[in-house]
């Protein structure tokens, strides 16, 4: 057995234990990102670290043994801090946003990018759910605004903006009475969240959120049935973070009251991979390089699977140099997209939960 103090209480465990499984059981919180009870321990993100009082030295808790006499510090401000530097670190070169800009400007926080996603795919009833969650405490903004949506949509940096608001109109306009009643349930309010921020984008990244838009595509300005509206939703380049709720890198940085900085470094550049076969979606900039989907394919000879390449700052996750990324993952993807702790991996279908947009 193994004696040791974490934050002043006297622990006696088994040997082998690491010093994040003790305080997990002792209810103690510590935050991680690349750890996963599944798979060996990386320690990649180092958002976990914990100080060794008689060593004087930082140490991972998600892969420090525990070992006779420790005496460890999980919570002080000394510790904190540290964190704080590690996650101020992973999203320095954490080149994506949160939110599109459309949504951020917006006077009612409308989410945009998912009502299109809706129309695009011909889903008007939840098109409609959608606007009802949206509109129900202070009515719909779109027709007295002069289009802030529109004037931030990146897609009038290639040809024109889409036409957010004649959307966002049309789709209200198709509420009735008794659905506004029954849509009134299971609707939580959103709340101001940590936002990140790309910063500069050059052009050739402009074209990659493109991808996502059919190579022709008939605009229109007005709509008028559920044809035009599903028609002129296809021209939105999803420049959204499908992750948007479900992310523990935005989960932490709010926990820890951290703003993005202004100066990103561009480790990776803004690149949208998608797989034909199978709809996953890999974005390397929004990547913290935690390994974990790495690892959860590693050991798999069926299908290739994502893994390292190049050396040092430099490394990136992608498909195997040998592979064509259309041919990785042809069983795992919703499992690698479950176990990313960030938006990088993502599904083109996906939706994101609409209560509460």
Same mark, same amino acid.
């Given at each position: +057995? ?14 082998? $234990?690491?010093? $994040? ?24 993100? +180092?958002?976990? +670290?914990?100080? =060794? ?16 006499? +420790? ?47 809706? $129309? ?83 052009? =050739? ?153």
């Amino acid at each position: +057995m193994v004696k040791l103090k974490i934050d002043n209480a006297d622990f006696e465990v088994k040997e082998g $234990l690491t010093i $994040l499984d003790i305080a997990i059981g002792a209810g103690i919180k510590i935050p991680t990102l690349c750890n996963n009870k599944n798979f060996p321990h990386y320690s990649s993100c +180092m958002v976990c +670290m914990v100080k =060794d009082q008689k060593k004087e030295n930082f140490l991972p808790s998600c892969s420090a043994l525990a070992q006779d006499g +420790m005496d460890i510090d999980c919570s002080s401000d000394e510790v904190k801090s540290l964190r704080r530097e590690s996650i101020e670190l992973l999203l320095s070169e954490h080149r994506a946003e949160c939110e599109a800009p459309c949504k951020v400007v917006c006077p009612g926080g409308y989410n945009i990018p998912l009502m299109n996603r809706l $129309l695009s795919a011909k889903d008007f009833n939840t098109a409609v759910q959608l606007s009802i969650a949206q509109i129900q405490s202070s009515g719909l903004k779109c027709k007295d605004c002069p289009g802030y949506c529109e004037n931030a949509c990146r897609r009038k940096k290639v040809d024109t903006p889409v036409s957010i608001k004649n959307l966002q109109i049309f789709v209200s306009q198709q509420i009735k009475m008794e659905n506004r009643v029954a849509g009134q349930h299971n609707i939580k309010k959103s709340s101001k969240r940590f936002a990140s921020h790309i910063g500069k984008i050059e052009a =050739d990244e402009l074209q990659e959120w493109l991808k996502e838009c059919k190579n022709v595509i008939k605009r229109v300005r007005e709509i008028s049935d559920s044809d035009s509206a599903a028609m002129e939703s296809e021209s939105c380049m999803h420049c959204d973070c499908r992750a948007a709720d479900n992310c523990r890198l935005r989960d932490i940085a709010d926990e820890f009251s951290i703003k993005d900085p202004r100066g990103k470094i561009v480790n990776s550049p803004i690149q949208k991979k998608i797989n034909i076969n199978t709809g996953l979606i890999f974005e390397n900039a929004k990547c913290i390089k935690c390994g974990l989907c790495v690892r959860l394919c590693e050991n798999s000879k069926e299908e290739p699977g994502l893994c390292f390449i190049n050396r040092g700052f430099v490394s990136i996750i992608s498909e195997p140099l040998t592979e064509d990324f259309n041919d990785i993952l042809k069983t795992k993807s919703q499992e690698v997209i479950d176990i990313c702790p960030t938006g990088a991996l993502s599904l083109k279908t996906h939706q994101p939960p609409i209560w509460g947009a």
